[in-house]
């Protein structure tokens, strides 16, 4: 969300760079620190990326081999698991086509909608006047501090009032809207300077119109945020969707590989199986962050230079 | 501000409701409804069957529901009393080291002599935006008895536990080693409904697998936390410190964690609230097994609810993880409202809060704090 204001202060913290030149002597001499410094690094680092390995590595093994060598890498390659992922070759046991066609759905439905809805919220509660406006913010904040598990009540009983359970409206539906995002693009919007809507509004422009072609175009930093938090969010959404759906077919990828997980469909520990599908699951956020991790630090990067 | 006339302001006030209708009508049917419609159920008996508003086999019982939770001996009040204490053992091993270690990595990865920045930022911060209950798959299959974990310590002549079938704690074990009997007399007297013996148990060795999986997970959202607030630190501060000869580690202690407190705080306070949200991953390692020991408040009122079919009882007990949280929430908002944090530190975890409440994950807006420190 702010990824472009903070750059005063941020060059302020940063600006010593020849400071840091003037140092490097110094630094050589204590090489030592340098050496515990990286092999602590590398140790995290390990720690953090080997079990990611390990997942990959175990979904090109069969059962027995997964159990007997967990460690290393798949010898020989088996694709057993991915054969019944992609339901190739005789039929798939688990129905995880279908699980990604509904996260699929449910992810792009809930992204569009929030990023457009949060917007257009964010946008009124920055820059309009009307009474209410501060008691609507306010009521946002609070709501952005109503945790999610202590929701699945109130939201199972909405859904069966309303006769939407076990339905796709059910899973969309309560998602379209978060409160974080409207709370994100507000206070993007406020920093954007009032005097560049002066001008739409005096060539006759009316609300919607300065928002959709003169504001939008300019949050793209926060739009881009907003999207990432929204499809990650939905994308990883669990406990919603355990409470409004039972019926098999309306899981996700992130459903049905818990209900995959805990034993409730077959026997046997399967473990490349569900390897394989939580890469699945794991996948399309692990795009989505690695290539905007690249556009943030570039965009950063700019905004530092410039300082 | 500039344009507070009358027309405008009218013209602006229609617009201005319009533009929140979605928000309101989506909030207001899906939030603020049904988290009243719940209230009242907490005060039924309500079975699943039926209408729980008004419906014959539902009959109003009024605060019973929140009380029994705390004076009524019985099941539900052990079992709740159960994952109350998992929580505390919980919340003690998991707040403090994930601080700790996010705050280590932050320092190290701020050095400024270092290379490759982003990539150990990335490695770090990966296991935070990915689904929780694709890695609590994961790690169910490192720590299976013929799993990853268990190999490496086969490796060093260990011989590894069954973790989750393992419901020791590790208080007890601890105190089992040093000679001191199960049950033994001092340990006997009842606190709600259990024993002082069994409030000792100390994390199961079940439960020190989801403790490991949440440190795993959280540390690089609150490392991105504590980068930006050091890097918001005035370099001459730095600087004198180095002047005067300091060591690095007197450097940490008596300069930079000084200066960064309200991070720090602010890290405990998330992680507290964090650790009232644990569900996804309890449902996928075992739903509360072996022995409710990895039972949690927050999953027990799902499982009363849709297990047992108790929505009164489940609605009063996620009514009370509701309010520990809130009050949790607010102590964090204090702290952020103070001026001792940094506008930029302030921006950057605002987001980050913000997605942190919302999620199992601590999801952080990846750009505002993510965006580089180099």
């Known amino acids: ?307 | 501000m500039a344009s507070r006339k009358t027309g405008i302001y009218g013209r602006q006030a229609v617009a201005g409701w319009l533009f929140t209708a979605p928000m309101i009508i989506i909030l207001g049917l899906f939030l603020f409804i049904p988290i009243l419609m719940a209230l009242y159920v907490s005060m039924t008996d309500w079975n699943g069957n039926g209408s729980p508003f008004g419906g014959s086999q539902t009959s109003f019982v009024g605060a019973e529901n929140f009380t029994s939770l705390f004076t009524e001996d019985g099941l539900t009040r052990q079992t709740f009393m159960q994952s109350i204490g998992n929580t505390f053992y919980y919340v003690l091993f998991v707040v403090p080291l994930q601080t700790a270690t996010a705050l280590m990595l932050a320092i190290v990865v701020n050095n400024k002599f270092l290379r490759g920045k982003s990539f150990f930022r990335t490695a770090f911060y990966f296991p935070a935006v990915t689904s929780g209950v694709a890695i609590a798959t994961v790690f169910l299959f490192l720590f299976s008895n013929t799993g990853a974990v268990n190999g490496f310590l086969g490796v060093l002549g260990v011989d590894g536990p069954q973790w989750f079938s393992d419901s020791r704690g590790l208080l007890h074990l601890a105190l089992n080693a040093v000679g001191v009997g199960d049950n033994p007399s001092w340990a006997q007297g009842q606190i709600f409904g259990r024993s002082l013996w069994e409030w000792l148990s100390g994390p199961s060795v079940a439960m020190c697998v989801i403790i490991m999986l949440a440190i795993w997970t959280t540390t690089g959202t609150f490392m991105l936390l504590f980068l930006a607030a050091l890097q918001d630190l005035p370099v001459e501060v730095d600087e004198a410190a180095e002047l005067d000869g300091v060591s690095p580690w007197q450097k940490i202690r008596l300069v930079t964690i000084p200066m960064i407190k309200p991070a720090v705080f602010l890290v405990v306070t998330l992680g507290l609230i964090g650790t009232w949200q644990v569900f996804d991953q309890i449902y996928v390692m075992g739903k509360g097994a072996p022995a409710n020991t990895t039972m949690t408040p927050a999953f027990l009122s799902y499982s009363q609810s849709f297990r047992s079919f108790d929505y009164g009882s489940g609605a009063a007990m996620a009514f009370i993880v509701f309010l520990i949280i809130i009050g949790l929430t607010f102590m964090q908002r204090r702290l952020m409202d103070e001026d001792r944090v940094s506008r930029r530190t302030r921006r950057a975890i605002a987001g980050r809060a913000a997605a942190a409440q919302r999620g199992s994950n601590l999801v952080g807006a990846a750009p505002s704090a993510g965006g580089d420190p180099r």
Do not use: C
């Open chain 1, 1 to 307: 969300m702010t990824q472009r204001l903070p750059t005063a202060d941020r060059t302020a913290g940063r600006r010593p760079a020849p400071r840091t030149k003037g140092r490097d002597p110094e630094d050589r001499g204590v090489s030592g620190k340098k050496i515990a410094a990286y092999a602590l690094l590398l140790l995290f680092a390990v720690l953090y990326l080997y079990p990611f390995f390990i997942q990959i590595a175990a979904s090109f093994k069969d059962d027995p081999q997964a159990a007997s060598s967990p460690l290393g890498l798949p010898n020989p390659v088996d694709l057993t698991a991915w054969k019944k992922i992609f339901g190739v070759g005789g039929g798939a046991s688990v129905p995880i086509t279908t699980w990604l066609g509904n996260s699929v759905l449910v992810t792009l439905v809930v992204t569009a909608a929030r990023v457009f809805l949060d917007s257009l919220a964010g946008y009124a509660l920055s820059r309009m006047h009307f009474r209410g406006r501060g008691f609507l913010f306010a009521t946002v904040l609070a709501v952005m501090a109503v945790p999610g598990v202590a929701l699945l009540i109130p939201k199972f009983l909405i859904v069966t009032q309303l006769g939407i359970f076990d339905t796709y409206s059910a899973m969309i539906l309560p998602l379209l809207v978060d409160a974080a995002g409207v709370f994100i693009m507000k206070q993007f919007f406020d920093s954007i300077p009032v005097s560049i809507e002066e001008a739409a509004r005096i060539d006759g422009a009316g609300p919607f119109r300065i928002f959709w072609s003169v504001i939008l175009p300019m949050s793209k930093p926060a739009l881009i945020t907003l999207t990432i938090l929204s499809f990650q969010g939905s994308w990883n959404e669990f406990s919603h969707f355990l409470v409004v759906t039972q019926s098999p077919e309306y899981r996700t990828l992130v459903t049905g590989l818990a209900s995959l997980t805990s034993g409730e469909l077959g026997s046997g520990t399967q473990f490349p199986l569900k390897m394989g599908a939580a890469l699945l699951t794991t996948i399309p956020v692990a795009l989505l962050f690695f290539a905007f991790q690249r556009h943030f630090v570039r965009g950063a990067g700019e905004g530092g230079v410039k300082g």
